[in-house]
């Protein structure tokens, strides 16, 4: 997703909102806790014990999607340009079109880290380390990403917007949720997930209901509205509302919208989920239920972005900013009266205590992702060279979310006050470009070699990142994270549309070449053939 960080203006809270918040806050940090007090193994911290039906393996899949970056963003584009924020929107749903198509192998693979299941097609140390340098060049940017959320809408319940107390805001929320994630694992995570999607769900569905009240059931006239109070009332409902309408910008939202269905379905935090189900049939029939809920999801925001734009307006939700990612919060108060009014102050701190459980599911999930690349892939296996006992190997996994949360938490502050929403983007295009590469090729083409998964990991993030560091996003541009300087080349926002091809290009070049090389190892060929076995010969459920 684009966005992610979320820039208030609003007034002070009244003290029993933030005393229910912080409330609602400790008993989910508690929940979370003692759901996990029976782990015993670093596969079930994890994993979980994969022992939960399909319909909640479906609600917990369907809550790592619901990041701030979806209900934040998609509400604000759908407010301020209409029809690419609908388009984001089906963008998610596309990627879940895509994890279902990877569900069933990944689970086959018996996997609990990218670097686990990449290792069946090449095995050895340099596969892991390299899944592990994806899994951390994925996860990195979006941690930071939530916890400069965390910041931010911890501040706007205090009354305050300065960049100083969201610094204080975030080193206080991430402490704690890195806590969480510390003593938790995968099973604590689990019931968060759950929890997460109802309330969210809940939320939303209240908010719609009084936005449909306030225009008496008619969408069109909510949608006539909303054409009104958009950035284009002319074009509302066509695209390039967001950065345009030449063709550059055009390549540039297709760009973002390729890496938003692949990436989405390749976050490490997503994947984590799949190795966490039961098994292979339980593991598709959650996607269809995941999609099923996003969508609903999905069709709730953007009836909010409609509503927020029909009664704020584009001028009332940027208030002086380059972002719309307030629009939702906005609306929260304004829907029943203003900030005067009880019941608008209630259904504010409701959307916020949706977001912060948002922020710790996905936190939650990203920092056990990146444990596993840290502690399985990288230190027990690499540095090592041998699986420790399991006690040892689950106390290197909690001080692994401890250690990558702790720089999580100091990156998020020192970009606090700055223009970091291209780091959601660019956590999607790392993911695109090199998870989603790496899986489909190790599920559907037998050829795919040791050299061609290093080419495509290793290719793909440099690419990728390269790229970006010389793109508007960085510098040349004043949403850019270095709007004084300007040292870019690149002309696109998104590199999507030239690193993507690019991985999947190194992949091919890079497995013929290995080939060639290793012609002469028929070992090689048997392990290749019996990973094909396992992962594509298997009856289907």
């Known amino acids: 997703m684009t966005g992610g960080t979320v820039h208030l203006a609003v007034s002070g809270s009244p003290h029993h909102v933030l005393i229910g918040f912080m409330l609602f806050m400790m008993l989910t940090l508690f929940l979370t806790v003692f759901s996990s007090l029976d782990e015993h193994s670093a596969r079930e911290f994890y994993t979980g014990d994969r022992t939960l039906p399909a319909w909640k393996s479906g609600l917990a899949l369907a809550g790592t999607y619901t990041s701030t970056s979806l209900l934040l963003t998609v509400t604000g584009v759908v407010a301020t340009a209409g029809f690419d924020g609908i388009t984001t929107a089906v963008s998610v ?115 719609c209901a009084y936005a449909v009240r306030a225009f008496h059931g008619d969408v069109d006239a909510l949608i006539g509205a909303a054409a009104q109070g958009g950035s284009r009332p ?98 929260a108060r304004s829907l029943t009266g203003g900030t005067g009014n009880g019941l608008g102050e209630l259904m504010f701190a409701a959307v916020a205590c949706a977001l912060f459980l948002c922020i710790l599911s996905v936190v939650g999930g990203t920092t056990l992702a990146a444990a596993g690349a840290l502690a399985r892939d990288s230190y027990h296996v690499v540095a090592r060279r041998r699986r420790s006992a399991p006690p040892d190997e689950l106390v290197t996994a909690r001080v692994a979310v401890a250690l990558f949360g702790v720089v999580g938490i100091a990156f998020a502050v020192l970009a606090q006050g700055h223009s970091a929403g291209f780091l959601a983007q660019l956590t999607t295009t790392v993911a695109a470009s090199t998870v989603a590469p790496a899986l489909l090729y190790t599920f559907y083409w037998s ?82 053939s019996a990973v094909d076995t396992l992962l594509l010969g298997a009856p289907r459920s």
């Open 234 to 331: 002319g074009g509302y409902l066509s695209p390039g509302g967001t950065i345009g309408l030449g063709s550059s910008s055009r390549l540039d939202f297709a760009a973002g919208q390729l890496a938003l269905v692949l990436g989405s379905a390749c976050m490490p935090h997503v994947l984590s989920r799949v190795y966490a189900m039961k098994d292979p049939a339980t593991a598709r029939r959650s996607v269809r239920y995941a999609t099923a809920i996003v969508a609903l999801l999905c069709t709730a925001l953007v009836l909010l972005g409609f509503t927020a734009a029909a009664r704020l307006g584009t001028r009332e939700i940027f208030g002086g900013q380059t972002r719309s990612d307030g629009a939702l919060m906005l609306l």
């Open 447 to 528: 050829r795919f070699n040791r050299a061609g998964l290093l080419w495509t990991l290793y290719g793909g993030t440099a690419l990728t990142i390269g790229l970006y560091l010389f793109s508007p996003s960085v510098s040349g541009s004043p949403s850019a994270l270095f709007p004084a300087a300007d040292f870019a080349w690149f002309g696109q926002s998104s590199p999507a549309l030239l690193s993507v091809p690019g991985a999947f290009l190194l992949g091919w070049a890079g497995s013929l070449l290995g080939r060639r090389r290793d012609g002469r190892a028929p070992a090689r060929e048997g392990d290749a």
């Open 93 to 207: 749903l596309l990627s879940l079109g895509v994890l279902l198509l990877l569900a069933r192998p990944i689970h086959l693979s018996g996997a609990c880290t990218l670097g686990e299941l990449l290792s069946l097609r090449a095995p050895g140390t340099a596969p892991r380390i390299a899944a592990a340098v994806a899994t951390l060049a994925a996860a990195g940017p979006f941690l930071v990403v939530q916890l400069m959320s965390a910041g931010s809408i911890t501040a706007s319940l205090l009354g305050f917007s300065g960049v100083g107390v969201q610094k204080i805001c975030t080193v206080m929320i991430g402490f704690l949720v890195v806590t969480c994630g510390v003593l938790s694992g995968a099973k604590g995570l689990t019931s968060v997930y759950v929890l997460a999607v109802t309330v969210i769900g809940t939320a939303m569905f209240v908010i």
